[in-house]
């Protein structure tokens, strides 16, 4: 079983949409969560964290549910410019800093 | 945010032979630095952490011969794709960690703009 799994999409949807992407988790001890954004042929950047408490970021809201293991990331008013691959990546606790890749879950917005 | 890079950003070579993928970060010191290796609609898959001034840790089923890292300095880790081979072509992007301190309270994670690699 993948430790970091998502619905791969693509999520096509049209401008001022609201979108929600979900993810899980195998390692029950995983310490820290983010949400990555990943555009064509360039590296990953960090969207945001994700606490506990879930936190927003503008149009951007992600939640944690560790009795589930499971993360999840709502974008609001979907813009073209959110096109893009959007990463769950999870640290385990095992492992020091090294980061778990979700494939990533691909979302289009449509004009 | 703080800043990596990588070089080349891309590389075409010939089957055989070497190629070295530099990794530095500009704006702060790294001692743990991570390779990690992306084929076309797949996930981020970590091959080695690089520790400065110790060997590489390799995950399983990568070839520490055939993937040599040197981490001699905290800013620079490099990544030898040796005798390369049609099936090494893929986006390798290397990551440095921020310890807490400088900008923020606990380790980041800064990825390089990764590099293409074509073996023909």
């Known amino acids: 079983r993948k430790e970091v799994e998502q619905d791969p999409g693509p999520f096509n949807v049209p401008e001022g949409a609201t979108v929600a992407f979900n993810c899980t988790y195998s390692n029950s001890a995983s310490q820290s969560f983010f949400w990555y954004r990943q555009d064509c042929r360039k590296e990953p950047k960090l969207l945001m964290s994700?606490?506990?408490s879930g936190n927003e970021d503008g149009r951007f809201t992600a939640q944690l549910n560790r009795a589930s293991q499971y993360i999840s990331l709502l974008i609001r008013d979907s813009k073209l410019s959110d096109s893009a691959t959007y990463l769950c990546?999870?640290?385990?606790?095992?492992?020091?800093?090294?980061?778990?890749f979700g494939k990533g879950t691909s979302l289009l917005v449509t004009p | 945010g703080a800043v990596v890079s990588q070089h080349p950003s891309w590389v075409i070579c010939k089957s055989g032979t070497s190629v070295k993928i530099e990794c530095r970060s500009l704006?702060?010191?790294?001692?743990?630095m991570f390779w990690y290796r992306q084929f076309p609609k797949q996930s981020l898959m970590l091959m080695a952490t690089s520790n400065e001034g110790s060997k590489a840790t390799y995950e399983q089923g990568v070839e520490k011969d055939k993937f040599l890292i040197n981490h001699a300095s905290l800013t620079l880790s490099t990544l030898t794709v040796t005798s390369a081979h049609p099936e090494d072509s893929s986006f390798y992007i290397c990551?440095?960690?921020?310890?807490?301190?400088?900008?923020?309270?606990?380790?980041?994670?800064?990825f390089g703009p990764g590099t293409r690699l074509t073996v023909l």
């Open positions: 990551s440095a960690d921020r310890p807490p301190g400088t900008g923020s309270s606990y380790n980041e994670q800064f």
């Open positions: 990546v999870v640290n385990p606790a095992d492992s020091g800093y090294a980061l778990n």
């Open positions: 704006d702060f010191q790294a001692t743990t």
């Open positions: 994700v606490y506990s």
